[in-house]
């Protein structure tokens, strides 16, 4: 389970007169359950990537705290990491190493022994389609093959907690089909706490239990999908996060967030 309590983060940008604070994360809560895949979702700049950097322990909160099956982050970071796996935007794989060679190597730096590792990376390999990937540099791979590698990078250590940040992006139909299926048999057969940050209705309607809808840094609306649509009145779920995203509620949130 992930537990965000009451984020708060700042950035300054510009310099001189153009100096300006801006509140990327504004008193942030929420809740992800284990066997659970929760949408993050919200317009470009809504502070999802951001609280998920902070999760990450990428990122110094300003105030409140993130709680990673009850371990605080900030404070436990070895402790809380360990039992989260993070595929983020930027998959940083080595291009001269091999899928298996990067996937192991992180397991190493995990704590796990060579052996543990190597052994990992047949069942992640199975799990992902991705055997015929093993032995190639990832050097030239396509964005598919590049998501299969980091996403088994990120579950080599088998963590209970997995964190994604838009990881459809730049993936073809085939690739992001393969995903989606991924993270389903993640969710039922193991039981892992899925957060999933997006701005793609279409990601959130096939695969989140729970959406939680941000702007200007703020929650500002949270169910299932059927009970948003509810909420707004509306029968298309595109239509109804433009209502929740760029409503009153939200363009409050905005102005406070350019503060």
Do not use: W
Not at 18 to 38: C, H, K, W, Y
Not at 73 to 93: F, I, N
Not at 207 to 216: M, T
């Amino acid at each position: 389970m992930i537990t965000v309590d009451n984020l708060s983060k700042r950035f300054v940008t510009g310099s001189g007169r153009q100096r300006r604070e801006v509140a990327a994360v504004q008193g942030l809560s929420l809740v992800a359950a284990d066997g659970r895949i929760t949408g993050l979702l919200g317009p470009n700049g809504a502070g999802k990537t951001t609280t998920l950097r902070i999760a990450a322990g990428l990122i110094e909160p300003d105030a409140g705290r993130v709680l990673v099956d009850g371990l605080e982050v900030q404070r436990e970071p070895r402790k809380a990491l360990a039992r989260m796996g993070v595929l983020s935007d930027a998959r940083g794989l080595y291009p001269r190493l091999t899928a298996r060679e990067n996937i192991v190597y992180y397991g190493r730096l995990q704590g796990m022994t060579e052996a543990a590792a190597q052994a990992r990376v047949d069942v992640l390999a199975e799990m992902l389609e991705m055997r015929a990937l093993l032995d190639r540099r990832t050097e030239g791979f396509s964005q598919g093959e590049r998501m299969k590698t980091s996403l088994a990078r990120a579950l080599i250590h088998d963590p209970p907690n997995i964190v994604l940040d838009e990881p459809t992006n730049g993936l073809d139909v085939v690739a992001t089909r393969a995903l989606r299926e991924a993270l389903r048999r993640l969710r039922d057969e193991h039981g892992k706490c899925i957060v999933f940050s997006t701005h793609i209705m279409q990601e959130v309607e096939r695969l989140c239990d729970r959406v939680i809808v941000v702007a200007g840094g703020r929650k500002v609306a949270e169910g299932t999908v059927a009970e948003l649509l509810e909420q707004t009145g509306e029968r298309d779920f595109e239509e109804a996060f433009v209502r929740l995203a760029y409503g009153p509620a939200a363009m409050a949130a905005q102005q406070g967030a350019a503060a």
